[in-house]
């Protein structure tokens, strides 16, 4: 079980994430995570919180399984072949990752600012 993130925590966190890129195929039973995570981080909470954030959508007429990448700031990529994982567990992740950068930035007093 993934650790749980409050609203005002994960909206920090995000600003850690530069980029996100969807892919899917929306006729596929196999897509409803990668839809489901697109909704949540296209919410107006996080556009807020972070307004650079890219969020690429390619929607494809393949067989091809759905798949999610997230980019951090530091260059480090985290994928997830979306039909194996739930929105919050691939959530989770991502946020746990965002908070060791977040430690990282903070012990080396570096800001995202």
């Given at each position: 079980m993934s650790p749980?993130?409050?609203?005002?925590?994960?909206?920090n966190?995000?600003?850690y994430v530069s980029t996100v890129d969807v892919r899917f195929n929306p006729f596929d039973r196999r897509t409803r995570s990668a839809r489901e995570l697109l909704r949540q981080i296209s919410s107006e909470r996080f556009q807020k919180s972070h307004p650079k954030l890219k969020i690429s959508t390619h929607i494809l007429s393949t067989v091809d399984p759905p798949a999610v990448q997230f980019k951090f700031v530091d260059g480090t990529e985290k994928a997830f072949d979306?039909?194996?994982?739930?929105?919050?567990?691939m959530m989770g992740e991502v946020f746990?990752?965002?908070?060791?950068?977040?430690?990282?930035y903070e012990m080396e007093g570096k800001s995202l600012d």
């Open positions: 749980k993130f409050t609203k005002a925590i994960t909206a966190l995000i600003r979306s039909e194996e994982y739930l929105v919050n567990e746990m990752m965002a908070e060791q950068l977040d430690n990282g």
